[in-house]
């Protein structure tokens, strides 16, 4: 479904006018939208806090009953993979696209599938979306979000330091677009793409987070980093997940075309409108 207004076979013709239109144009027909994807990622923080807690907080009956930290570990990505897949088939991720990540974000506005205002917009609603978030559950965990074995959920390198950090991240990062691109863009699997999405999630954190602890996500290590002032590599989050994001666009834009890319939603099988399908810039 196109933005309301805009007929299917309009669609050509309105993506050219789609690249004049102002600032306050373009805020007063997506605002709905750019509050969703704050609220996106705010949910997503609070559920990261919440059962980062549950799990590393030395007192909590669960960290005291699992004694592996690896365990826990798997639990917390089961849990946040769980999160994902629901935001991207909630009534707001199916209408904002559910990216709630700039370097998403940035990725689309590289393949021409978003307006440069929603980027803009998108990008500044996911931070702050974020930092309300951790805000909201560190209000609901009082002392215990600031405990070191919790910290805010906050993202630095691992014990092989900041190279092995920025390298693991810019992978993740490059195989999820990868296969958000390839699923999304396949007829027969794009309605699974938030399953994808979710899948990986969980398995990065399980397997990735002792190197970064996996953010591949700036406005998520921003949200953790300001309430517990831990500046530590925070380029790293910034740099990798763009970079990881926007090659592995370039490598399926070598392969298969601008064509091949359809929208910038990661669930669009839904009767929620699309504020992307009105817009395709020139490559």
């Not at 805009?6 to 144009?25: E, F, G, N, Q, T």
């Not at 990881?244 to 890319?261: D, I």
């Amino acid at each position: 479904m196109v933005e309301q207004g805009v007929p299917a076979p309009a669609v050509k013709r309105s993506a050219m006018i789609a690249d004049d239109r102002s600032l306050s144009d373009v805020w007063k027909r997506h605002w709905p939208e750019y509050l969703m994807e704050a609220a996106e990622l705010g949910v997503f923080m609070i559920a990261v806090l919440l059962f980062v807690a549950l799990l590393e907080y030395p007192a909590s009956p669960v960290h005291q009953a699992i004694a592996s930290p690896a365990l826990r570990r798997v639990l917390i990505g089961i849990v946040m993979g769980l999160a994902v897949i629901s935001i991207v088939y909630s009534p707001w991720g199916q209408r904002t696209g559910a990216h709630f990540n700039p370097a998403f974000t940035l990725t689309f506005y590289r393949l021409g599938k978003v307006h440069r205002w929603d980027a803009v917009f998108y990008i500044a609603a996911q931070f702050v979306g974020g930092a309300a978030g951790v805000w909201i559950a560190s209000a609901l965990l009082g002392n215990i979000a600031a405990d070191p074995a919790v910290n805010y959920a906050v993202t630095m390198p691992g014990r092989a330091g900041a190279s092995a950090a920025f390298l693991a991240e810019l992978a993740v990062s490059f195989i999820q677009m990868s296969v958000v691109l390839i699923v999304s863009n396949t007829p027969r699997l794009a309605r699974f793409t938030g399953l994808f999405a979710g899948i990986l999630v969980a398995t990065y954190i399980s397997l990735e987070a002792p190197l970064s602890g996996m953010s591949m996500n700036p406005a998520r290590s921003v949200a953790s980093a300001l309430p517990a002032h831990v500046w530590t590599a925070l380029w790293i989050y910034f740099a990798a997940p763009s970079l990881g994001m926007l090659l592995a666009a370039q490598v399926y834009l070598r392969r298969n075309g601008a064509h091949a890319v359809a929208c910038a939603k990661l669930h669009h099988h839904n009767d929620k409108r699309c504020i992307f399908c009105a817009y395709q810039r020139a490559q």
